[in-house]
């Protein structure tokens, strides 16, 4: 038996920083995010007579620290089945151009859909979700494709995530690619060391509940400037948070404040853009699908078209046998 996943990467609205619980990986606050259907891995696996889990990444052969962070979360999955078999997993990252947008967030998700029916244990989406968690926390937010909402809960049972509408409403994402250099910091380092040492991150947190509760609002009513000032304000209050961080964290380059003046400078000529980013230099532009063509048209005169990558809204993991 051999089961082939697919699930896609997501990019967050409102931002998941910081946990509550790290072992568990529960967080501080409510995240929401757009699922992306142009960044997606999929994963195959099959069970191996073996005395260890064997994994490969792009078809290279990972190594034991890499293999054994797998293999803590194929753990769950023998728990739960009470079989203790191996597992040779094979996963591959379809990222259009070497952007270091290779995502956590689709591969522990493709990764737990696939382990699901391997394992025999029918688990449903919300209940995947919890699992999907436990590898990276945006990967709970993976299992469903559109505007997906990560519930911090307050233990395992209640930290889920659900879907809260298609987004299959005039939305794409253009990701610009401007650094695929590896990060000086990890998040889940990055993170650790913001709750540790920011006299900010109270803020943070505080206020991400209005926005959820805001942008939920504007996402009913279709109001995409509101969403789009939301996300916008959102990602820029955890960089300050970082940047209060001691010593500060900053995931900004040159080429992003430049992508940011750009994507102002749209808005100004009319074209309905936001912006967001996460742990590393790439800026994301949410827009309209159908002002796409002339908002490319207009990002190729500043940058490369190989920087450019285009994102429809993406849809829930899935798995299949092969
Ligand atoms: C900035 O989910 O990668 O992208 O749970 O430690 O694996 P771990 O962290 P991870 O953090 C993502 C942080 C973010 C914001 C977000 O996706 O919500």
Not at 84 to 111: C, E, I, Q
Not at 156 to 167: L, M, N, P, Q, R
Request: aromatic share 8%; glycine share 4%.
């Amino acid at each position: 038996m051999k089961f082939k996943s697919k699930a896609h990467a997501n990019i967050a609205l409102i931002k998941y920083w910081g946990k509550e619980d790290e072992e568990l990986i529960i967080p501080k606050n409510n995240s929401l995010s757009l699922t992306l259907d142009a960044l997606y891995t999929e994963t195959e696996v099959e069970f191996i007579d073996s005395k260890d889990d064997i994994f490969y990444l792009d078809d290279e052969l990972q190594d034991e620290k890499h293999t054994l962070k797998i293999s803590k979360f194929i753990d769950l999955f023998r728990k739960k089945s009470n079989n203790h078999d191996r597992v040779l997993v094979k996963s591959y990252n379809h990222v259009p151009t070497a952007a270091g947008l290779a995502s956590s967030a689709s591969g522990f998700s493709a990764l737990a859909v696939a382990l699901n029916k391997l394992f025999r244990l029918n688990l449903d989406k919300t209940e995947l979700t919890r699992y999907a968690r436990k590898g990276s926390g945006s990967a709970s937010r993976s299992i469903f494709g559109g505007f997906v909402e990560w519930e911090k809960g307050y233990d395992d049972y209640t930290s889920h995530a659900k879907k809260i509408d298609d987004a299959d409403w005039d939305i794409a994402m253009i990701i610009l690619v401007l650094n695929d250099s590896k990060k000086d910091i990890s998040s889940r380092e990055a993170m650790k060391k913001t709750i540790e040492t920011s006299p900010l991150y109270r803020g943070f947190t505080e206020s991400s509940a209005e926005d959820i509760k805001n942008i939920k609002e504007a996402i009913k009513n279709k109001d995409f400037k509101k969403m789009g000032e939301i996300a916008e304000h959102n990602a820029m209050k955890m960089h300050a948070t970082m940047l209060s961080s001691n010593p500060p964290i900053m995931y900004f380059k040159p080429d992003s404040i430049r992508a940011i003046e750009k994507i102002k400078q749209l808005r100004k000529d009319g074209f309905e853009v936001y912006y967001t980013m996460d742990a590393g230099p790439n800026v994301k532009i949410l827009c309209r699908d159908s002002q796409i063509e002339n908002i490319v048209k207009k990002l190729k005169k500043d940058f490369d078209s190989k920087q450019i990558i285009i994102s429809k809204v993406g849809n829930d993991a899935n798995v299949r046998e092969i």
